[in-house]
């Protein structure tokens, strides 16, 4: 019923740019909140960046001034513009939608995307 479709992860060169898609099919569900997290090989993985239905945004410090997120409501799709990208932005992205059905919340993650950053 719930899935997340990311697109958009690849290999660029530092400074270079990258879009991330994640493309919801909710059913039923409504949207709390959606967004990407992250996690680099031997780290935790850590929030990179959410916007929530009202359209407030949150970012880590590490990427902010650099990512926009956005989210077309009409495609239930959000992105995730990638700008001034760093070698140490490399990691896995995976998309997070927390959704509401019936007053419960459930979190939903999809398959991730690899980032990769050369210098």
């Known amino acids: 019923q719930v899935q997340l479709v990311e697109s958009g992860g690849g290999l660029v060169q530092a400074g270079g740019s990258l879009r991330l898609s994640c493309a919801v099919s909710?059913?039923?569900?409504?949207?709390?909140?959606i967004g990407w997290y992250r996690q680099a090989p031997g780290k935790q993985r850590e929030l990179v960046a959410t916007i929530s239905s009202g359209g407030s945004t949150k970012y880590a410090d590490s990427v902010k001034g650099r990512f926009t997120i956005s989210g077309d409501d009409a495609k239930n799709t959000v992105h995730l513009q990638m700008n001034s990208l760093k070698p140490e932005d490399t990691a896995v992205y995976s998309c997070?939608?927390?959704?509401?059905?019936?007053?419960?919340?459930?979190?939903?993650w999809g398959q991730g995307t690899q980032v990769t950053v050369s210098s």
């Open positions: 997070y939608a927390a959704l509401n059905r019936f007053g419960l919340v459930y979190d939903y």
């Open positions: 909710r059913s039923t569900f409504t949207l709390n909140t």
